[in-house]
């Protein structure tokens, strides 16, 4: 090893001894260029463009954030499994009822709910939606939604109650 370096140290030598002052102070300044050029590929630019991307991306990832802060506060807001009550079609009729909707055709069985409306608001089904999960914890399994003329809508909802973890 010590003799490939002492090889090498002798022909840079003579190379070196070799130029005139002129040819030697050129490639001493195309040295310097070449290792400044290389620490600004490698170290600087990446780290300016990558600070420049974040900041791009600060506003989405905000936004994000704050969505999530209000997902976990509705998941807070949801009752817990051992306080949510079992479904039935009294209930559901009742949640129906308070907020002015019939539903053409309603079944309830084993925490499944059914319902067919042929013509309601969106607004109206989107707060019986809100308030049957948080009384019950149902959730949406299959939503098909028709626009109708004068801003009614027809609706064909399947609802499902979460099974505990415990359950088969």
Avoid: C
Avoid at 117 to 128: D, E
Avoid at 146 to 152: A, I, S
């Amino acid at each position: 090893m010590n003799q490939i370096v002492s090889t090498l140290s002798e022909t840079f030598n003579q190379f070196w001894e070799a130029r005139i002052e002129r040819e030697r102070q050129f490639l001493v300044a195309a040295a310097v260029f070449f290792v400044l050029a290389l620490i600004y590929l490698v170290g600087i630019d990446p780290a300016l463009t990558g600070r420049e991307e974040i900041r791009k991306s600060l506003p989405l990832l905000h936004q994000q954030a704050a969505q999530m802060q209000q997902m976990a506060q509705e998941l807070v807001a949801l009752p817990s499994p051992e306080n949510r009550h079992e479904v039935s079609r009294e209930t559901v009729e009742a949640g129906l009822a308070a907020n002015g909707l019939k539903a053409q055709s309603l079944s309830v069985s084993d925490g499944v709910v059914r319902a067919q409306f042929n013509s309601t608001t969106m607004s109206a089904l989107q707060t019986w939606l809100l308030e049957v999960q948080r009384s019950s914890g149902l959730f949406a399994d299959e939503v098909k939604i028709t626009g109708l003329e004068g801003g009614t809508i027809s609706a064909s909802l399947t609802l499902r109650q979460p099974v505990p973890n415990g359950a088969n």
